[in-house]
Protein backbone atom coordinates (compact mmCIF):
# COMPACT_ATOMS: atom_id res chain seq x y z
CA UNK A 1 0.00 0.00 0.00
CA UNK A 2 1.00 3.59 -0.94
CA UNK A 3 1.57 5.95 2.14
CA UNK A 4 -0.10 9.18 1.46
CA UNK A 5 1.55 12.40 3.49
CA UNK A 6 -0.93 14.81 3.35
CA UNK A 7 0.85 17.55 4.19
CA UNK A 8 2.94 16.41 0.97
CA UNK A 9 0.20 16.73 -0.95
CA UNK A 10 -1.19 20.14 0.03
CA UNK A 11 2.20 21.49 -0.90
CA UNK A 12 1.89 20.11 -3.68
CA UNK A 13 -1.63 21.06 -4.95
CA UNK A 14 -0.83 24.40 -3.47
CA UNK A 15 2.52 25.16 -5.54
CA UNK A 16 0.53 23.63 -8.82
CA UNK A 17 -2.12 26.06 -8.05
CA UNK A 18 0.16 29.07 -7.69
CA UNK A 19 2.03 28.44 -10.50
CA UNK A 20 -0.70 27.27 -12.62
CA UNK A 21 -2.59 30.84 -11.68
CA UNK A 22 0.65 32.65 -12.93
CA UNK A 23 1.15 31.34 -16.19
CA UNK A 24 -2.98 31.45 -16.55
CA UNK A 25 -2.73 34.83 -16.13
CA UNK A 26 -0.11 35.49 -18.81
CA UNK A 27 -1.26 33.03 -21.36
CA UNK A 28 -4.48 35.10 -21.74
CA UNK A 29 -2.55 38.66 -21.39
CA UNK A 30 -0.24 36.75 -24.31
CA UNK A 31 -3.44 35.58 -26.36
CA UNK A 32 -4.79 38.96 -26.33
CA UNK A 33 -1.73 40.27 -27.83
CA UNK A 34 -1.01 37.97 -30.45
CA UNK A 35 -4.67 38.18 -31.29
CA UNK A 36 -4.67 42.05 -31.74
CA UNK A 37 -1.17 41.34 -34.07
CA UNK A 38 -3.05 38.53 -36.33
CA UNK A 39 -6.03 41.00 -36.57
CA UNK A 40 -3.64 43.70 -37.91
CA UNK A 41 -1.31 41.63 -40.09
CA UNK A 42 -4.99 39.88 -42.12
CA UNK A 43 -6.56 43.25 -42.02
CA UNK A 44 -2.93 44.69 -43.72
CA UNK A 45 -3.45 41.60 -46.33
CA UNK A 46 -6.57 42.72 -46.45
CA UNK A 47 -6.33 46.78 -47.40
CA UNK A 48 -2.99 45.84 -49.65
CA UNK A 49 -4.52 43.15 -51.74
CA UNK A 50 -7.69 45.84 -52.46
CA UNK A 51 -5.03 48.61 -53.37
CA UNK A 52 -3.90 45.57 -55.72
CA UNK A 53 -0.15 45.69 -54.13
CA UNK A 54 -0.63 42.07 -52.90
CA UNK A 55 -2.55 38.78 -54.18
CA UNK A 56 -3.63 36.49 -51.19
CA UNK A 57 -4.58 33.09 -51.32
CA UNK A 58 -7.37 32.88 -48.56
CA UNK A 59 -8.06 29.58 -48.56
CA UNK A 60 -4.44 28.55 -48.51
CA UNK A 61 -3.87 30.85 -45.50
CA UNK A 62 -6.69 29.35 -43.83
CA UNK A 63 -6.20 25.80 -44.50
CA UNK A 64 -3.74 25.09 -41.48
CA UNK A 65 -6.54 26.56 -39.06
CA UNK A 66 -9.26 24.11 -40.54
CA UNK A 67 -7.75 20.45 -40.53
CA UNK A 68 -8.42 18.80 -37.37
CA UNK A 69 -5.68 17.57 -35.32
CA UNK A 70 -4.24 13.91 -35.29
CA UNK A 71 -5.80 11.60 -32.68
CA UNK A 72 -3.52 10.45 -30.14
CA UNK A 73 -3.17 7.66 -29.09
CA UNK A 74 -2.48 6.44 -25.30
CA UNK A 75 0.70 5.14 -24.61
CA UNK A 76 0.01 3.98 -21.47
CA UNK A 77 0.47 6.87 -19.19
CA UNK A 78 -1.96 6.39 -16.98
CA UNK A 79 0.43 5.71 -13.98
CA UNK A 80 2.67 8.74 -14.37
CA UNK A 81 -0.74 11.24 -14.45
CA UNK A 82 -2.30 9.25 -11.31
CA UNK A 83 1.09 9.55 -9.55
CA UNK A 84 1.39 13.02 -10.20
CA UNK A 85 -2.58 14.34 -9.85
CA UNK A 86 -2.39 16.76 -6.95
CA UNK A 87 0.23 19.27 -8.74
CA UNK A 88 -2.04 18.81 -12.00
CA UNK A 89 -5.08 19.50 -10.31
CA UNK A 90 -3.82 22.68 -8.40
CA UNK A 91 -2.29 23.49 -11.30
CA UNK A 92 -5.43 23.40 -13.76
CA UNK A 93 -7.63 25.16 -11.00
CA UNK A 94 -4.75 27.85 -10.43
CA UNK A 95 -4.58 27.89 -14.59
CA UNK A 96 -8.14 28.66 -14.82
CA UNK A 97 -8.30 31.53 -12.17
CA UNK A 98 -5.75 32.96 -13.69
CA UNK A 99 -7.16 32.85 -16.96
CA UNK A 100 -10.12 34.08 -16.01
CA UNK A 101 -8.78 37.00 -13.78
CA UNK A 102 -6.45 38.07 -16.60
Not at 38 to 54: M, Q, R, S, T
Not at 69 to 94: C, K, N, R, Y
Amino acid sequence: MVAIDPQQLGLEFGSGAFIGAIIGFAAKKIAKILAIIVGLELALFKFLEAKGILSVDWNRLSAGLLKTGEQVQDPGWIAPILSTMSIGVGFTGGFLVGFKKG
